[in-house]
């Protein structure tokens, strides 16, 4: 080989050595500027979703947001937001007033045991119901949950069929067959009202009663109502009263749970 030809091939192998260790320094750019921009969006990801996570935790729930929506009342109600809930013949002088929790487990009790008497009477005419739903059961320092409310919305569901539907519904409700335990919060769930509804004949494959129940249409109704059961200044439920003197068992405080101590405490309260 001539040393021209040498020089050739040394000088050929240093341009392509050259060339090379532009192409390599070129691609290590390119992937630092890859790798820094990766960096960057996955930073404003984690900060983005940081904010969407602060923007969620501080939108109002379902409930808190019905509280201050525009209400939609239930037909058969009457007074400001159609909270005062009245049912029975309009010749009737007396009015019971009933103070229930959905989720109350004592509610449930002095249904099973009082409620039929109770809508005879109405039916009879003895006296009118005054029906107020509280919500405190799904409050924090209770069971917590939405059930209470969730069912007071369907009870206006109920009632917007007719006061029949929501008596018998109500019943339903509270009866040994679907009343849940205070812990549990079954009430919660759309699917567990609509079934439970499906026992009620007015309520059966009711199409209007059904969305309203799964829109929530009376959430709204049912959280005026439950602000209605606070400014009672009634401490618990079940609660009774008879034109505004409180309805209790004979010799006590607490409510008439069975027939023989309603029949015993209402009597004497009819004469009043």
């Not at 040498?6 to 060339?19: D, Q, V, Y």
């Not at 008596?167 to 439970?196: I, N, Q």
């Not at 009376?218 to 618990?236: H, N």
């Not at 209790?248 to 027939?259: I, Y």
Request: glycine share 8%; net charge positive; with cysteine.
């Amino acid at each position: 080989m001539s040393a021209r030809n040498s020089h050739a091939n040394k000088a050929a192998a240093r341009e392509r050595l050259r060339a090379e260790r532009e192409r390599q320094a070129k691609k290590d750019k390119a992937r630092r500027q890859v790798v820094v921009g990766l960096s960057v969006v996955a930073a404003l990801a984690v900060v983005g979703g940081a904010g969407y996570l602060v923007m969620q935790a501080n939108k109002p729930d379902q409930w808190e947001a019905a509280a201050k929506a525009s209400v939609t009342a239930p037909k058969n109600t009457e007074g400001t937001n159609g909270t005062t809930v009245v049912i029975g013949k309009p010749t009737a002088k007396k009015t019971l007033e009933l103070y229930e929790d959905a989720r109350c487990p004592i509610c449930a009790s002095f249904e099973q045991e009082v409620g039929e008497t109770l809508k005879k009477d109405v039916a009879a005419g003895k006296y009118k119901l005054k029906f107020v739903g509280a919500t405190f059961l799904d409050g924090p320092n209770s069971a917590a949950g939405e059930g209470s409310k969730n069912a007071l919305s369907a009870l206006g569901a109920a009632l917007d069929v007719s006061p029949e539907a929501f008596l018998e519904y109500k019943g339903a409700l509270y009866s040994a067959k679907f009343h849940p335990a205070e812990s549990e919060d079954k009430f919660g769930k759309d699917s567990y009202l609509l079934e439970v509804a499906e026992t009620v004949p007015a309520l059966k494959n009711n199409a209007q009663f059904k969305k309203n129940v799964e829109d929530g249409t009376f959430d709204a109704w049912a959280m005026k109502m439950s602000d209605a059961f606070q400014e009672s200044g009634v401490k618990g439920t079940p609660a009774l009263k008879m034109d505004g003197k409180a309805l209790t068992a004979p010799g006590s405080d607490n409510p008439p749970l069975t027939v023989e101590q309603f029949t015993a405490a209402l009597t004497p309260a009819l004469k009043g």
